[in-house]
């Protein structure tokens, strides 16, 4: 059965910019007080998660009894942005504020709920997504990692790639296979969990980035013993609630920002007397960002109005990923030939050469370009 796509004109409310000026204020004080430098420096840090935690912007969209403040997907977005945009230091509770709280929300038993959701909120602990695998990549459907049902809970066996964070979190939410796929149905047979990461025989193994840093793992799960009540949601059947999870993992502003720094400061090594050529390359960078941010709020709107957007989220997230990691060659091309002042060149030449080396893993985490084009192409019936 084809679906059509459709972005709905959705527009941010008064409240989500009112909320935008508290945020950048508070970004001010923080930068100003020395809590992170927007300019570099890690992205881990606790303190910050936990002075957000106190302002109530972590769980923002949550229900209020687990401490959130049912406030809407489009002020969550005002936040993301803005944070993106100054690089404050969100690992340690992204994640979960953007995906694992809403799964656990929905699927996990009421004791979990009551004991995990408030500490996210309070910015104490931080998740990881156990999805890919060696053998898979981001064909989740082929996941091979097991959990097997005993006396005294749930057995896993195997393994997970590509794990972004996992040495440092608290908490994942993996997928794993409780039974054999079906001759009509590839996808049944598995099922979500939530991971307590300092279980026994769980081994977290370092996959580097080009230039060192240290963000992504293999993680390896050895006779693994969870709870029964781990499983989140019905056994065999978690390819429908990984499908509508991944429509918040695919299509945030995070998608499409995570290098824009490099197009702040090409706009500042060009100056304000560009040539034709500047100018239009500027132009048409800036016009693509606009669109894909309208895209991007299009879904938070949808997602807030109840429905469960994984085709527009899939466009998102491949049109946006592509596209920031191709703007830092185009920023370099662009910038070749300019005479800028050489305190400006410097710093476009760090920041560039930084968001290079991080740009191939762009179009690989939350699902490759050709997953991500396969499933728009199945929801359209081209396949």
């Given amino acids: 059965?084809?679906?059509a796509i459709q972005f709905d004109p959705i527009r941010l409310p008064p409240e989500a910019e009112a909320l935008r000026a508290e945020v950048r204020q508070f970004l001010k004080e923080e930068i100003t007080a020395g809590t992170f430098d927007p300019n570099g420096g890690s992205r881990d840090n606790p303190e910050f998660s936990r002075k957000v935690g106190e302002r109530g912007w972590i769980g923002i969209t949550w229900p209020k009894e687990y401490g959130g403040q049912g406030r809407s997907f489009l002020e969550r977005y005002v936040i993301n942005e803005e944070f993106l945009v100054a690089r404050a230091p969100t690992r340690k509770h992204f994640t979960a504020d953007r995906q694992s709280g809403p799964v656990l929300i929905k699927y996990a038993s009421e004791a979990i709920k009551q004991d995990i959701l408030p500490r996210i909120i309070?910015?104490?602990?931080?998740?990881?997504i156990g999805m890919s695998e060696p053998d898979s990549g981001s064909d989740?459907?082929?996941a091979k990692t097991k959990a097997e049902r005993t006396d005294g809970g749930w057995l896993i066996n195997g393994r997970k790639l590509w794990t972004s964070r996992a040495h440092e979190a608290d908490y994942m939410i993996g997928l794993f296979r409780t039974s054999a796929p079906t001759h009509d149905n590839r996808r049944h047979g598995l099922s979500q969990f939530l991971v307590d990461m300092k279980t026994p025989g769980i081994t977290c193994r370092p996959v580097l980035h080009p230039?060192?840093?240290?963000e992504f793992n293999e993680v390896t799960f050895d006779d693994a013993l969870l709870p029964l009540d781990n499983l989140l949601g019905e056994a065999d059947m978690a390819w429908k609630q990984a499908t509508s999870e991944l429509?918040?993992?695919r299509s945030g502003s995070e998608r499409f920002l995570e290098t824009i720094q490099v197009l702040m400061e090409l706009v500042d090594v060009i100056g304000e007397n560009p040539d034709v050529r500047e100018a239009e390359g500027l132009g048409r960078l800036v016009a693509q960002l606009h669109t894909l941010r309208r895209m991007s709020i299009s879904v938070a709107g949808m997602l807030h109005a109840g429905k469960e957007p994984v085709l527009e989220a899939s466009v998102v997230k491949d049109l946006g990923t592509v596209w920031e990691q191709a703007l830092p060659s185009v920023a370099r091309d662009l910038a070749a030939f300019v005479d800028s002042d050489p305190g400006n060149r410097i710093r476009f030449e760090?920041?560039?050469?930084?968001n290079i080396t991080?740009?191939?893993k762009l179009t690989i985490q939350g699902g490759t370009t050709e997953i991500l084009r396969g499933i728009v192409a199945r929801g359209l019936g081209l396949r």
């Fill in 247 to 249: 429509a918040y993992e």
């Fill in 122 to 128: 309070r910015g104490e602990v931080s998740f990881c």
């Fill in 1 to 3: 059965m084809s679906v």
């Fill in 358 to 360: 991080i740009a191939p």
């Fill in 350 to 354: 760090e920041v560039l050469a930084r």
């Fill in 140 to 142: 989740l459907f082929a």
């Fill in 211 to 214: 230039n060192g840093n240290y």
